[in-house]
C-alpha cells in the first residue's frame, strides 16, 4: 500500500504544472512573450507579441501528454487496489485512454486553426478545446487525489 501511495502523490504532483500554467497566464494578464509564426506565409515574426491563448493551448498540451500518459501508467499498476478505493478512478483512466489523444488532437487542430485566422468561431472552438482536456485533467488529478487520502479496506 506504501508504493501505491507514493506512485498516486507522484501521479497527483505531475499534474500541478497545468494548474502553475493557469495560474501564470491569468496572473500576468497574459503575458506570453514575443513570436508569432504566419501559418499562411510559414514565416516567423520576431518582433510580433505572442498569443497567449495559442502559448496556453501549447503548454496545456505538452502538460496533459505527460499528465495523462502518468495517471495511466499508474492506473494500470494498481488497478486493483485502485479498484477497491474507488471504481471511478479505473472508469476516468479508461476514458483517458479512450479519447485522450481525440482531446489532444482537437486542442491541436483548433489552435492551428485560430492561428490561421484569429476570427470569433475559431476562438471559441480553441476554448471548448482548452476546457475539454482541462476538464479530463481535472478529473483525473481528483481521482488521485482521492486514492491518495482514501484508505485500501481489505
Given at each position: 500500500m506504501k508504493r501505491?501511495?507514493?506512485?498516486?502523490?507522484?501521479?497527483?504532483l505531475?499534474?500541478?504544472?497545468?494548474?502553475?500554467?493557469?495560474?501564470?497566464?491569468?496572473?500576468?494578464?497574459?503575458?506570453a512573450g514575443k513570436g508569432q509564426l504566419n501559418p499562411m506565409t510559414a514565416a516567423y515574426d520576431t518582433n510580433a507579441v505572442a498569443d497567449a491563448a495559442v502559448v496556453a493551448a501549447e503548454a496545456l498540451r505538452e502538460s496533459a501528454l505527460a499528465v495523462f500518459d502518468a495517471f495511466m501508467k499508474v492506473e494500470r499498476e494498481n488497478e486493483a487496489a485502485?479498484?477497491?478505493?474507488?471504481?471511478?478512478?479505473?472508469?476516468?483512466?479508461?476514458e483517458v485512454r479512450k479519447n485522450g489523444?481525440?482531446?489532444l488532437n482537437d486542442l491541436t487542430a483548433a489552435k492551428v486553426a485560430y492561428q490561421s485566422a484569429r476570427t470569433a468561431e475559431n476562438a471559441s472552438q480553441l476554448n471548448y478545446a482548452l476546457?475539454?482536456?482541462?476538464?479530463?485533467l481535472s478529473s483525473a488529478s481528483r481521482r488521485l487525489a482521492e486514492a491518495a487520502t482514501r484508505k485500501v479496506t481489505p
Open positions: 501505491i501511495a507514493s506512485l498516486i502523490v507522484s501521479a497527483a505531475l499534474l500541478a504544472p497545468t494548474a502553475i500554467v493557469g495560474i501564470c497566464i491569468v496572473s500576468c494578464g497574459g503575458c485502485l479498484k477497491a478505493l474507488n471504481p471511478d478512478i479505473h472508469g476516468v483512466a479508461e489523444q481525440e482531446w476546457a475539454a482536456v482541462r476538464s479530463a
